[in-house]
Every structure is written in C-alpha cells, then in structure tokens.
C-alpha cells in the first residue's frame, strides 16, 4: 500500500511564491486549475477560450501574488482575478461582435413559456430541456458583462451572495441588489426579444 | 408585501421553497405570477447550464503556464522590477543635478577666455581720448601721444 506525500499546505506555497521560488507556484496551479478551467467556461461559453484565458488568469496571480494578503482565501482571490479577468474580456468580445440574432419564432416562443410548469417539477424532457437551454444561453450572451458575470457566479457556479460579495468586493446587499437588476433585466430582454425588438 | 421584495426572496430561495407570504402574494398579483413563471423557464435553462461539464484542463497545463510565466517575466518587467528601474533613474538625474550645480558654483564667473572676449568685444577707447583729459600721461607715456603726421592738434580727439 503506497503512502500519498502529506499535501504542503497552500499558505506555505505562497510565501515561498512571494520569496520569488517560481516552483511552488506550481502546486498551486495543479490545485486550482480546475476551479479556474470551470468559472472561466461558465463566464465567457467558448470552450476554445477557456485554456488560453484560464493560462493568462495564472499569470496574473503569479505577478500580483506579492499584493496577496492572506484576508480572503486563495480560492477566493483566485477567483476574483478570473472574474475580473473574464469580465475585461467580455466587454471586449461585446464591442467586436455584430449583435447577432437568434431568431425566436413565435411558435417556439410558445412552446417554452409553456414549459415553465414541467421546468418548476424538474420534469423537462430533452427536447425541452434543450430550447430553455438555448433560450438562457442566447439571453445570456446577450446581457451586459456586469449581469452576466453576477447571473453566472449565482445561477451557474452556485456561490452564495456572501462568496459573490466577497469576489467582487461588494457588500451582500448591493450584491442582492444586482442580482436583482439582472434578473429582472434579461427577463424584459426576453419578452422585448418575443416582441420582436 | 412588495411585489420587489417578493420577487428578490423568488430569486434568491426559489419557488419551492418560497415562504408562504410570498405564496399567498404570487395568488393575488398577475404580475408577480407572470414574472415567476418567466423566471422559472429561465432558471431551467440556466441549470441545464450549469450542468454542462467545463472542458478539463489538457495534460501540460500547469507547464505551459509555467513556461509562459517565464516568457512573460522576461519580456515584461513586474510591478517591483519597474518599481526599482524608475527609482534608480530618478537617483542618477539627481546625481547629474548635483554636479552641474556644484560645477556652476566652482567654476569661476570670468576666466582668462571670457577676458580675452571682452577685450574683442569692447575694444578700449581711442588713447587720444585719454591723453586729451589727462595732461599727466601725456607727459608720463609718450607713447600715448596722438599721430601728428599731417593732421591738426584737434583732430586726434575725433
């Protein structure tokens, strides 16, 4: 029976990170990459990206790892470059692209609205589940960098509102506050979308 | 209750677990009910989403980070790196600034260069001029007496 080597705790690594050893920042990486590879999906959706983005995420951390103070978690600073991060990129990605259109047929339109009983049962088939899948991802592409990345951290990457406060360096109540916003917006993009404007 | 504040705990808690109050209003307001089936479509489709499995990092990751790191750090000086070049800049123009103050205060106003110009620049006046004025040196320098080849006495003052 082989015997795992005691995992080096991830204070000690960033010490020695922050003493300019470029080696431990290794383990670090191999720690978090998965946790980065998954937030940075969930916030820019091009899984081409992903890699490229989440490479330049580490090295952000690694630059900046001297200003890191050890008040919040590794994780959770971590997480805060991504976001922010991927929230620069999906600004940029906003200005390049051409608006584009997902058209929305009223018949489809219908058909997903009524989908809102089976989808409140968690009985959605696969068809149904792949046009209210389509329909918040479209939304979703569509909403401003700030709803999406706060929609995204609540709804796909299930923070709570004090870890997402403490990722954006928000207060809880602004964070509710915005989460708000952003619901109550992409739902009024979707009936001015139904509406054809 | 407000219908703002019901649809806050909506999003937050979720329909099912809604409490009653919150139930109770979804009964009488047809805004409220329309914006929780909405919502409840949506967040379908947001936790099909999330569901979705992220693409794993690909074998080399955390090397191909490391050699970027090297990459980067070469090309592209940190915070401390710059930091430390500006500051040693600024050290080296306040040396430079020392030394051209000192050089001014040392060095003297006038120097035999200086001297010789001025004496091209203002040459002296004409010894006629002097001798005129001053009988004394007429007699004590001779030298300084003016031509007296063709020209009257009173024409050497002009």
Same mark, same amino acid.
């Given at each position: 029976?082989?015997t795992s080597r005691p995992?080096v705790?991830?204070?000690e690594l960033i010490?020695?990170?922050?003493r300019?050893?470029r080696?431990?920042?290794?383990?670090?990486?191999?720690?978090?990459?998965?946790r980065?590879f998954s937030?940075?999906?969930h916030?820019?959706?091009?899984?081409?990206?992903?890699?490229?983005i989440?490479?330049?995420?580490?090295v952000?951390?690694?630059r900046g790892?001297?200003?890191?103070n050890?008040?919040a978690?590794?994780?959770?600073?971590?997480?805060?470059i991504?976001?922010?991060?991927?929230?620069?990129?999906?600004?940029?990605?906003?200005k390049?692209?051409?608006?584009y259109?997902?058209?929305?047929?009223e018949?489809?339109?219908?058909?997903i609205?009524?989908?809102?009983?089976?989808?409140?049962?968690g009985a959605?088939?696969?068809?149904?589940?792949?046009?209210?899948?389509?329909?918040?991802?479209?939304l979703?592409g569509?909403?401003?960098?700030?709803?999406?990345?706060?929609?995204?951290?609540?709804?796909?990457?299930?923070?709570?509102?004090?870890?997402?406060?403490e990722?954006?360096?928000?207060?809880?109540n602004?964070?509710?506050?915005?989460?708000?916003?952003?619901?109550?917006r992409?739902?009024?993009?979707?009936k001015?979308?139904?509406?054809?404007? | 209750?407000?219908?703002?504040?019901v649809?806050?705990?909506?999003?937050?808690s979720?329909?099912?677990?809604?409490?009653?109050?919150?139930?109770e209003?979804?009964g009488?307001?047809?805004?409220c009910?329309?914006y929780?089936?909405?919502?409840?479509?949506l967040?379908?489709?947001l936790?099909?989403?999330?569901?979705?499995?992220?693409p794993?990092?690909? =074998?080399?990751f955390? +090397?191909?980070?490391?050699? $970027?790191?090297e990459?980067a #750090?070469?090309?592209? *000086?940190?915070?401390?790196?710059?930091l430390?070049?500006?500051g040693?800049?600024?050290v080296y123009?306040?040396?430079l600034?020392?030394?051209?103050?000192?050089?001014a =205060?040392?060095l003297p +106003?006038?120097?035999p260069? $200086?001297?010789?110009?001025? #004496?091209?620049l203002? *040459?002296?006046?004409?010894?006629?001029?002097v001798v005129?004025?001053?009988?004394?040196?007429?007699?004590?320098a001779?030298?300084?007496?003016?031509p007296?080849?063709?020209?009257p006495?009173?024409?050497?003052?002009?």
């Amino acid at each position: 029976m082989g015997t795992s080597r005691p995992q080096v705790p991830d204070i000690e690594l960033i010490k020695r990170v922050q003493r300019g050893d470029r080696e431990a920042f290794e383990p670090l990486v191999e720690r978090y990459q998965r946790r980065v590879f998954s937030l940075v999906f969930h916030l820019v959706r091009r899984r081409d990206e992903v890699e490229d983005i989440a490479q330049e995420i580490f090295v952000k951390a690694f630059r900046g790892i001297r200003s890191y103070n050890f008040q919040a978690s590794f994780g959770t600073w971590l997480a805060r470059i991504a976001v922010n991060h991927c929230y620069d990129y999906l600004r940029r990605e906003r200005k390049a692209k051409l608006t584009y259109y997902w058209q929305l047929g009223e018949e489809s339109s219908r058909a997903i609205e009524g989908h809102a009983q089976s989808a409140s049962d968690g009985a959605l088939n696969t068809e149904q589940e792949t046009e209210v899948r389509d329909l918040a991802e479209q939304l979703l592409g569509r909403a401003p960098a700030e709803d999406r990345t706060i929609l995204t951290l609540k709804e796909l990457e299930d923070h709570s509102v004090e870890e997402i406060a403490e990722i954006m360096k928000l207060r809880p109540n602004t964070v509710k506050v915005r989460l708000h916003r952003a619901r109550k917006r992409m739902l009024e993009d979707w009936k001015r979308w139904q509406q054809g404007r | 209750m407000r219908c703002k504040e019901v649809r806050e705990i909506l999003g937050e808690s979720g329909i099912t677990e809604a409490p009653p109050e919150v139930r109770e209003h979804l009964g009488r307001c047809p805004a409220c009910e329309a914006y929780t089936r909405d919502w409840k479509t949506l967040h379908a489709g947001l936790r099909v989403l999330a569901a979705e499995p992220a693409p794993e990092p690909m =074998l080399g990751f955390t +090397a191909r980070v490391l050699r $970027r790191l090297e990459e980067a #750090t070469g090309t592209f *000086p940190s915070s401390e790196e710059l930091l430390e070049r500006a500051g040693r800049r600024m050290v080296y123009a306040t040396l430079l600034l020392a030394l051209v103050l000192m050089l001014a =205060l040392v060095l003297p +106003a006038s120097g035999p260069v $200086r001297t010789q110009a001025s #004496t091209e620049l203002y *040459p002296p006046e004409p010894a006629a001029v002097v001798v005129e004025n001053n009988p004394i040196l007429i007699e004590d320098a001779p030298l300084n007496r003016p031509p007296t080849f063709s020209a009257p006495k009173g024409d050497a003052v002009r």
